[in-house]
């Protein structure tokens, strides 16, 4: 049976309804929400630097830098679980007085933050001066906690949320050499977007894989040798991490191999339903990528949308996978709304942002040491809704094919694999 003309008219008018709201958004912000909008992450920042415990992520890392410079090895404390490179890059950390770091810590995370979300949206060509771009942020600031958590202890996956967004861009702009680079930095810094490799291995970009792999690997080496006994590393960080690390990581845990387990699900049993939603999430990676919605599709969705399973899944099985984690992929789905029929735009999504949004009266055990239990379930929601999105039907793109005798076969254009067009137009 068809839908009743009811139906059909309830549907236009939400579609004519979201088409007036984007509209409105993608039109220029005025001057007073500019400044309101860079009041509201100043303050966020400043008010970070007051409070007792900032930096204490950000303080393992300049620790392990300062007991490099003192002639130690970075790996005899357990808490430093980065790569050697990690020690060279918080050197100048190291030397920076606390009063200046106290200051200055909360204003970059901010800063790595906000370019990422800048990098997102002009992988979607929104305009940096409209509503969207300009109140966007800063609600996202105030209205998702992690945001605040990652601006107060400083924790280096602010890099990794810039560096993402950043990379898609340049990929999209066919920078793969570039879009590697920047990945294999951010490797070294922390080695987070590891994963981010299979998005260069489906794209078939060679050259940008070897830069992001031989970045962090040339830097880690370097820091190796300045460093006494860095077999610590392989024989101390690597089996701590390994195993979760320890009681101290625990309550904020938010992979369901930790979380289930608190629930009273066997172990065995909870890293098996982990790796299996990894699983099924990398095939919906590769499924989405071999696919494109629309002929006028520039091929930003299905960057971002492979790219963002593809960490989710690794999220899934990460130990640990703190709240914070979500902010490397957040900036990206929330940047595509501009785009009809992307996951912002529906309720789902939001359903699944709900667990971390501030200002609801969540039950108080909730809070404090079980908050990893809102967590996983945000981590996991988001990532069944974009791997639903991946596996939905849809026309499937081709792998070039050459037969004897016959011209080569390839794939529908899309800017991540041909040539940028000469013009585009903006939102």
């Avoid at 770091?101 to 800063?111: A, H, K, N, Q």
């Avoid at 990206?332 to 699944?352: E, K």
Wanted: with cysteine; charged share 15%.
């Amino acid at each position: 049976m068809g839908l009743r003309p009811g139906n059909w008219l309830i549907k236009w008018e939400n579609r004519a309804s979201g088409n007036r709201l984007m509209d409105w958004l993608l039109r220029p912000a005025s001057r007073p929400w500019q400044f309101l909008s860079l009041a509201v992450l100043l303050g966020i920042a400043f008010s970070t630097s007051l409070r007792a415990n900032w930096g204490s992520d950000n303080a393992f890392v300049v620790k392990a830098a300062q007991t490099l410079l003192e002639g130690g090895s970075p790996y005899e404390d357990k808490r430093f679980l980065y790569l050697p490179s990690a020690v060279l890059m918080a050197a100048p950390e190291a030397m920076l007085p606390q009063t200046a770091l106290r200051w200055l810590l909360p204003v970059g995370m901010s800063g790595l933050l906000g370019a990422g979300w800048l990098a997102a949206l002009r992988l979607f060509s929104v305009p940096l001066r409209s509503r969207f771009a300009v109140i966007g942020f800063p609600v996202l600031a105030l209205a998702y906690k992690p945001y605040v958590n990652l601006v107060l202890i400083g924790n280096w996956t602010a890099i990794s949320a810039a560096a993402l967004p950043a990379a898609l861009l340049l990929a999209h702009r066919r920078h793969w050499g570039a879009a590697g680079l920047v990945v294999g930095l951010a490797i070294a810094c922390k080695p987070m977007l590891v994963p981010i490799g299979l998005l260069f291995l489906l794209a078939r970009q060679w050259r940008g894989l070897a830069a992001a792999v031989l970045v962090p690997l040339g830097l880690s080496l370097a820091g190796a040798l300045l460093m006494p006994s860095p077999s610590l590393f392989f024989t101390k960080t690597l089996p701590f991490l390994l195993k979760g690390q320890d009681a101290y990581a625990l309550p904020w845990d938010a992979s369901p191999i930790a979380v289930l387990p608190r629930l009273g699900v066997p172990e065995p049993v909870a890293v098996l339903v982990a790796f299996a939603g990894a699983a099924a999430g990398l095939w919906a990676a590769r499924v989405r990528w071999r696919r494109v919605d629309d002929d006028a599709d520039g091929g930003e969705l299905r960057l971002a949308e492979t790219a963002c399973m593809v960490m989710l899944a690794a999220f899934l099985v990460s130990r640990p996978s703190f709240d914070h984690y979500l902010l490397v992929v957040l900036p990206l789905l929330l940047a595509s709304a501009v785009r009809p029929g992307s996951m912002p735009r529906s309720p789902w999504f939001w359903v699944a942002l709900a667990p971390q949004t501030a200002g609801i009266p969540w039950p108080s055990e909730l809070d404090a040491k079980r908050r990893a239990f809102k967590d996983c379930a945000t981590l996991c929601g988001l990532a069944i809704l974009l791997a639903r999105r991946g596996l939905r039907s849809g026309r499937v793109t081709l792998d070039p094919v050459t037969t004897a005798g016959s011209p080569p076969r390839t794939e529908p254009e899309c800017a991540a694999t041909s040539a940028e067009p000469a013009s585009r137009t903006a939102f």
